[in-house]
């Protein structure tokens, strides 16, 4: 089945500096959506994406879709404490059915 | 609030017992999608309505978990005898198709732990 890796697995930043992370595929995908999820609590979307090139922005965030469509980038400027936790990113095919989920990225920032 | 809503938050069960969690979807979505999610990995997809059809269904999907959806607004995932491997966070999403484009919204889930 459709897999979706993420990179890195896990990041240790100073608060203030950048970030960016990556989802990639070795399926097509024409959606990436981009969550961010806290403990015990359900993913929150971020950023969706839809088309080849396209770049999106969320206040700090800023994602990607591949030219390639096989993969997204996650981008968050000046990191800041409260953008502790797990980044997914999920993508969904040319038939419109389920989204597949990657293994997430653990994002700690030290102040 | 107008998001989705997943009870219950927190549901302590013995092996073998049947559960079943309601999932309360944003008014106006049309999809309905059902993930699991243990420690450390991503949401794994269950199974997704349309209104009220069953559209998928994963591999997944044991014959011990059925859910439904009655006329296409809430749904139910029920877990028969359930086994100690089903423990895990149970995800509800929603979701509106408009032109191809689709964002998922997801409730807070409800943790499974099967003693």
């Known amino acids: 089945g459709q897999q979706l890796n993420q990179s890195p697995q896990s990041m240790f930043i100073q608060e203030g500096e950048d970030v960016s992370m990556n989802c990639t595929s070795s399926?097509?995908?024409?959606?990436w959506l981009w969550y961010k999820q806290d403990p015990g609590e359900g993913p929150v979307l971020l950023i969706a994406?839809?088309?080849?090139?396209e770049l999106t922005s969320n206040g700090r965030l800023t994602a990607q879709f591949g030219i390639t469509r096989k993969d997204s980038f996650l981008n968050i400027s000046a990191s800041i404490p409260s953008d502790v936790g797990i980044y997914f990113c999920?993508?969904?095919?040319?038939?419109?059915?389920?989204?597949?989920f990657g293994p997430g990225t653990r994002l700690s920032v030290l102040p | 609030d107008t998001g989705v809503s997943q009870n219950p938050r927190h549901k302590i069960t013995k092996r073998g017992q049947n559960v079943t969690f309601r999932c309360d979807p944003i008014s106006e979505h049309n999809r309905l999608y059902w993930y699991r999610q243990t420690l450390g990995q991503g949401p794994e997809f269950l199974t997704y309505f349309q209104n009220e059809a069953q559209l998928e269904k994963s591999r997944l999907l044991s014959d011990r978990f059925s859910a439904e959806r009655p006329k296409g607004s809430f749904s139910t995932l029920e877990i028969q005898r359930t086994e100690q491997g089903d423990s895990a966070m149970y995800l509800c999403?929603?979701?509106?198709?408009?032109?191809?484009?689709?964002?998922?919204?997801f409730g807070s889930g409800t943790q499974l732990s099967v003693l």
């Open positions: 399926s097509i995908f024409n959606t």
């Open positions: 999920a993508g969904q095919d040319n038939y419109g059915q389920n989204f597949v």
């Open positions: 999403a929603s979701s509106l198709q408009v032109w191809g484009h689709e964002k998922l919204f």
């Open positions: 994406l839809y088309k080849a090139g």
